[in-house]
């Protein structure tokens, strides 16, 4: 065939699919980012930041992917030779490693298995032992795009607190803000990195950091070099609702957007949604009888779901033939996994009709790859989901008491 009929299914872990809201956004004219409109739509978008990162610190926007939302939470609260607790969850925590190495950091690295999260346990056993008060930062990733495992914040940071260890915590959220409940604030976290192009629903080009009082104060005596990424220039032009170089304009109305369709929706039903077609999802892979990466259902992603191929099988291969047969892309494995799982992202702008052809799509995919499988994934999946709508259904229903925001069983 010349071409695909029909649309494309991305679904992979981000980027994700952009809606025809925040895409006609950003097909705005280009505004004078000195102007009067500027600095009220940039006003708008930094209040709306801290409601989704569900905090009253401030929110930092750079231009730039989460790479670059990393180095900026490193750059403004160390300095060369300080000493960070990081955890091996996966590729991406490897890689947030590999930048404050090269930076100069000293990085005790917890090694993992990439099928669980950060224990809060070992979280408060390292901090206690270090009387000397030598690591300044804990250093999670919330959501690993590699693994599908959700590490516990909340509980990270209460062991902290019992360690009574003056360290920051640092959180990647990349994907998991707006798709997974995270609060900055109620969780004392220091400095939360996030980025565009995931349950934002943005293209890629947009980094954030959200940064505590403490953060900001330990900031001052960072000696790490900085310019582009420094906090405090930024905070002070963002008060009058202005940057200290030219801002990412359009993608800034897409911001907003975004905010907007977060919001009408709301957002503890937002991680409700998530939360359900993850569950459905991970119904379908017990079905098929394959098995799940992430080995502590406490650590489920709602956000992805990493599935593990038989012994023998390429998940590249299957992949390809998903991709060439039905027009879909998967996540691909990566780091110590690639080649072993393929990843479905079910994040974003997503509902249960698109789910249950991208379920369909994968249970082809995996019979015309000679995957050995058990038929009925996509049948538990929409049984599953007639279940909860039907209940939020009635949930709704005059005289029902509560409302849609459905819970994972």
């Known amino acids: 065939m010349s071409r695909m009929t029909g649309r494309h299914f991305l679904q992979i872990p981000g980027p994700t699919n952009v809606p025809e809201r925040i895409l006609h956004a950003l097909s705005r004219s280009t505004i004078d980012h000195r102007g009067a409109e500027f600095s009220e739509l940039c006003l708008e978008v930094l209040e709306g930041c801290k409601r989704i990162f569900q905090t009253q610190a401030p929110v930092l926007v750079f231009p730039a992917s989460g790479t670059g939302a990393w180095e900026a939470a490193l750059v403004n609260t160390l300095s060369a030779g300080d000493k960070v607790l990081m955890f091996e969850t996966g590729h991406f925590a490897t890689l947030w490693r590999d930048v404050a190495v090269r930076l100069g950091i000293e990085v005790d690295f917890v090694p993992g298995d990439w099928r669980h999260g950060v224990d809060p346990a070992v979280v408060e056993e390292k901090l206690v032992g270090d009387i000397n008060h030598r690591y300044k930062s804990v250093m999670v990733v919330h959501n690993e795009t590699s693994t599908g495992v959700t590490s516990r ?16 915590l640092m959180v990647d959220t990349i994907s998991s803000l707006g798709s997974i409940d995270y609060r900055h604030g109620q969780w004392e976290v220091d400095v939360t990195v996030g980025c565009s192009q995931k349950g934002l629903m943005l293209p890629p080009g947009l980094g954030f950091n959200a940064v505590s009082a403490k953060a900001l104060e330990v900031s001052k005596s960072a000696k790490l070099p900085k310019s582009y990424w420094q906090w405090q220039p930024m905070i002070d032009m963002n008060q009058k609702g202005f940057f200290p170089y030219t801002p990412a304009t359009n993608l800034l109305f897409g911001l907003r957007e975004s905010i907007r369709i977060l919001e ?145 069983p």
Request: hydrophobic fraction near 40%; include cysteine.
């Open 264 to 408: 009408e929706e709301g957002l503890q039903n937002v991680f409700a949604r998530h939360d359900r077609l993850a569950e459905a999802t991970r119904r379908a892979v017990q079905a098929w009888g394959l098995d799940i990466l992430c080995a502590d259902p406490r650590e489920y992603s709602s956000s992805l779901t990493a599935v593990m191929m038989p012994d023998g099988y390429s998940a590249d291969a299957f992949r390809k033939v998903v991709l060439d047969r039905f027009n879909m892309s998967l996540g691909n494995g990566l780091g110590k996994v690639a080649d072993r799982v393929f990843r479905v992202g079910h994040l974003g702008d997503f509902n249960d009709l698109m789910l249950a052809g991208t379920l369909a799509g994968v249970e082809m995919g995996l019979s015309l790859a000679g995957i050995p499988i058990k038929r009925g994934g996509v049948a538990a999946a929409l049984e599953y989901l007639e279940s909860a709508n039907d209940t939020g259904f009635k949930q709704q229903l005059p005289g029902k008491a509560g409302g849609c925001c459905l819970k994972k």
């Open 153 to 168: 914040v909340r509980e990270i940071r209460q062991a902290m607190n019992r360690a009574k260890h003056p360290a920051l």
